[in-house]
C-alpha cells in the first residue's frame, strides 16, 4: 500500500502536486481551488488525472449561489439606501418622510417605501412634525455593520456571485429586495477521497522538481545527465487523432483490381453515359426487353440520343432481326435505330466488355486477353436501406479460343478464395447476352450461409461472332461490389457506405485481406 | 422476373415419387428456375424470361419430371380437327393477328382455374410484353356459336358488358371505366377501330386485349369445353403463346382440337404442335464446355430436358421458344449433365495484364492528398440540379436525367465542389477542422471537337474541400501546389472572378495555355445557401486535362 502511494507519488503531474497538499477527506472543487490557489478549470483538470488513478471519485453536485443583479451591484458601490437615511437622520435629528427620496442619489422613488419599513424596525421613532408632516425623529441607536452590506461586498470581490452557506439572514433580506439579486442552481464538482488517496495524502512529497520535457537547452548542455524525468503514466488514454485516408470502398476496390491484376487481367475503362447500341444491343438484349422501360434505366434528357458506330451497328441490327451470320434465328423484329440511339446511364459494366470485344476485331486489345473492370453502375431506383441507384459492379471477360465453362468456374473459384470465400457453388440463370448462364453463389464461412453475389455465363455466338467477327469463347461474370462490402465491414443500411460521415471514415476498420 | 406458385402435392403426383423438400429445392435450384420458397403446398418459383413454357403448374412440372429422369424426351400431343372456323377481317392495322382453337373435356375445380389464370396473367406479363405483343382468351365453348368473325370495330359500335361489370357499355367507356380498360387501355392509344371477336349471332365476345364479356367469356367450374384465341402484333409471338396455352391444357386432361382461321388472302389450322427439327452440333456443344461427351450421351441429356432426339437431330417442342442457336442446346446439356459436376479449372491462357493508366494516375493523386491528412469522400454522380446552380450563385445547364425516381438527383454533376459541401453539411454535428477531397467523374454537353459519341462530355477531376476557422486562401493553396510540385505541373494562378467565391479571393489555374482549376474561398452566401456556419477554402482541379501534361 505505502509503497503503491510513493510509486504514485513519483509520477504526479506538477498541478496534481499543487493540489494534494489540499486535499481533504472531502471537499468541493471551489474549495480546493481556492485552498490551492488554482484556477478552477486547473484544479478540474489534475482531479480528473487523480481519479483516472484512483485518487478520488469526482461527484457533480448542485449547488445554490446567490447571482447579485443591477440594482444590487449599485447599492454594493453605493451604500444601501437605510443606511444613506440614517445617516442624514443623524445629522438633521429630523427628517420627513417626503424628504427621504432626496436622500437617495441614484435610487428611484420605489426606494422609499422599503425604507421606511426598515428603519421603523430598527426602533426609529415615527413622529408627526410641528407643521403636521410625518417624520422620523434621531434617537441615539447603536449602529451596526449590516450584514446585508458586508454580503454584497463579497460579491463584488467574486464576480457577483457567493455561496449561500453562512450568510441566510442577509441573502433572505437581499432577495427581499426587488431586483438586488436573485438565486441560481450551478453544477459543482466536489469530490471524496478513495482508500489509496487517504494512503496517499499520509505520503510526504518530496519537493525535489521532476523536468517536464526534454529540451534542447538540455541537450545542447548536457543538463539532462543530471536531470530527472516526470513519469508518465503510460496507460491511460489520450485524446483521439485521426489521419486522412482513402474512401473504405476505394481500398476495396484497389484490393479487388490487384487480385485481377495478379491473374493477368487488363483493367478496361469506359464513359458512364452509353447509347443503347452499346449498353444493350450490342449483348443481343431485345429492344423490347422489361428492363429497358423508363423504371429501371435512367435515360438522359438532353442530349436525347447519340451516334451509332457505322460497321457494327450493321452488324448487330442483323443479329436482332435474323441473325446475321452467327447462326442463330435472331429475335425476328424490326431494329429500331431510334432505340439504340438513346443516351442512357449505363446498366451494367457489361458494357465494357461489349466494346473490349469490337477493340478486339479492331486489333487495339490483344486476343486471347483477360479483361476486368470494377466501377460504377446505375438503376433508377428510389434509395433506400437496400437499394442504390449508383452501384458498383465487378466486371471480367475472358476471351480465348479454349476457354470453357469449367474455367469459367476455376477463375471465380479462384477470386473468391482471396476474397474470403472459401467456396463456390454454380447453379443455372438466365440473361440475355449468355448461354450457358450460371448464378454463382459463395460460401460464407462466418455466417455459415450461402450468398447469391454473381451472374456468370459464355457470352451468345451472336454477341461474339457479331463484335470480334468470329466466334470465339468469352467467359463472363458481373457483381454487385455493395454485397461484398457491406459484409466485410458490418453495414446494414446501404447508404451509409455513400454518406461519407467524417465519424464513420475516420474509425472505420481498413480493408485488410 | 416472374414468380409463379405451384402445388408440391401435383408435382409429387406427376413426379410419381418421393422427394423431400430439400431434394424438391435442390433440383429445382438446378434445373434452372429460381425456387423462392416452399411453404405448405405451395412452391414459389421464379420463372426465367426465356422459358415462358414454365409459367404454369403443367409445364413447370412437366420440365421437371423430364429433368429428374421420370418422363424424358419428347411429349407428344394430338390434335384433332374441330371443323368449326374463324373469320379475320377488317382489323386494325396495330393488332392484325390471330389463331384460336378448341379444348374439350377439362374438368374445372378451384385449383385448376387458379392455374389458367395464373398462366394467363403471367404470360401476358412477361411474353406478351403486357399484353402490348398479344392477348390471351378463354370462353366456355357451348355459349358461342361458330363461325366467328375477328373484326375492327369503331368504339362507339362496341358494346357489351366486361368481365364483372354490372351493365353493357361502350368501348370508350370500358377504356374509362375498367379496371383492366384503365390499366392497358393505353396500347390502344390512336387506334381508329379496335378489334373485336363476335360470333355468329352478332354477340360481342370480347375486345382484345383489354377485356372479355362477362355473358359469353367467363369461365367457371361448370365449364368443360373452352374456345382459346390469341391475338396480336405479330404472328410469331401469338402461335407461340397458343402452343403454351393448349399443351398446358392438355395436360390438365383436355383434348385439342384446332381451328380453321380464315384470313382474306389465306387459311391456317392451329394450334400448330409439330415439333421443330435442328440439326445438334456435338462438337460445338463438347468444345463449349470443356467436356468429351458422345452423341448418345448428348442425346440423353437433350431427352432429359424436354426435347426428342433422333439421328442427330433434336425434335423441339412446339411451346420450347428459346432455341435460337447451338448455344442454347449446349446449355440445356449442361443442365441435365449438371452444373454441379463441372470441374474448376485454371486454363492455360496466357495473358499480360494491366491497371489502366489514368486510374493508376488516380491513385497517385489520391496518396499524395492523404499525406495532407485529408479524408477521401465518395459522393454519387447524380446530385440536384440547383445544388450545383443555383446554390452556388451560378446559372447553367447541368445534364438532367428523364424521370428520376428521387427527385433530390435529378441531374448529373457538372462539378465536384456541391458534393463535398453537402457531404460537410451532413457532418455539421462534429468538430472541426473536417478535411475532404474526392476524386471523381463530372458531366457536360460535348463539343464537336470531343469527339464523343453520346454528346456528353465526361471528366475526372479532384477536388479539395477545407473547412475551420482557418480555412482559408493560403491554406487551401498550400495543398494545390504540394500537389502540383510533386505531379511535376507547372502551374500559373491568375486573378479571376467567380460568383461562388469571395471577390478577390479566387484565381484560375492554368497549365501551358489550358484553364485546370478555380482555387478560392467560397462566398458566404454560398456557404448560408447550404446552412453551413463555418468557412470552406477549396479547389476543384481537372485531372483528364493535367494527366496529359505528365513528363
Redo the contacts between chains.
Sequence with gaps: MTKDAERLAKGLHPLERKILPHLKPEGTLAELAKAAGVQEVEAMRALQWLENKGVLKIQSKERQVLVIKDKGKHAAKEGLPEQHVIALLKKKKELPVAEIAKALPGYDKQAVGPVTGKLKKLGIPFITTKDGKPAFKWIDIPVQANPVEALLQEAAKRNWKVTIKGTEAAVKDLLKRQGYAEVQKQKGKAYNLTATGKGLAKVKITRKEYAEKLTPGMLKTGAWKQTEFRPYNVEINVPKQA?????F??EAI?YI?KV??????????G?????GFWDLDSLFVPQ?H?ARE??DT??????R???L?KDVHKRVKAVHEN?GD?????W??DYSDEEAKK?M?RTHTTVLSAQTLDRIKKGEC?L???YFSVN?V?R????DYKHL??FHQVEGI?V?E??????L???L??FFKKMGYPKI??????F?YT?????VDVWDPEREEWIELVGSG?F???VTKTLIGKEV?VLAWGMGMERIITRYYEIKDLREI??????Q??TIKAWLR | MPTITVSKKEVLKTLGKKLSDEQLKDRIGMLGTDLEGIEGDDINVEIFPNRPDLLSQQGFQRALASFVGVKPGLKKYDVKKSGEKVIVKNLPKEWSYAVACIVKGLKFDDQKIKEVVQLQEKLGMTFTRNRKKGGIGLYPLEKISFPVTFTGKKPKEIKFRPLEFPREIDAEQILEHHPKGKEYGFIMDGWKTYPVFVDDKGTYMSMPPIINSHDVGKIDETTTDIFVECTGPHLRTIVESLAMLTTALADMGGKIYSIEMVYPDKKFSYPDLTPKKMRVDHAYINKLLGLKLTNAEIGKYLERMGFGYENGKALIPAYRTDILHQADFAEDVAIAYGYENFKEVIPNIATVGGADKFETFCDKVRNLLVGHGLLEAKNFHLINHDAQTKRMLLNFNTIKVLHPVSLEYDSLRAWIIPSLIEALQRNKRYEYPQHFFEIGRVFSKAKPADKSDTGVKEQVRVAVALCGEDADYTAIRQVLDDLLTKLNVQAVYKETEHPSFIPGRVARVYVGKEAVAYIGELHPQVLANFDMTMPIATFELNLSVVGQHLA
Excluded: C
Design positions: 489521419g486522412g485516408r482513402a474512401h470502398v476505394n484497389n483490381k485481377w491484376l495478379d491473374f493477368g487481367f487488363q483493367e478496361m475503362a464513359n458512364h453515359v452509353q447509347t423490347d422489361p423508363m423504371q435512367f435515360y438522359i434528357d438532353d442530349p440520343s447519340g451516334e458506330p441473325g452467327t447462326g442463330s434465328l435472331g425476328r423484329y443516351n446511364l490483344a486471347p486477353g483477360k460504377t446505375y433508377n431506383e428510389a434509395l441507384f449508383e475472358v480465348g479454349d476457354a470453357t465453362f469449367e474455367n468456374k476455376g477463375y473459384s479462384a457453388r454454380i447453379r443455372p440463370g438466365h440475355p448461354e450457358p448462364s450460371a448464378e459464355i451468345r455466338p451472336e469463347p455513400y454518406n461519407n460521415d467524417i465519424e471514415l475516420k
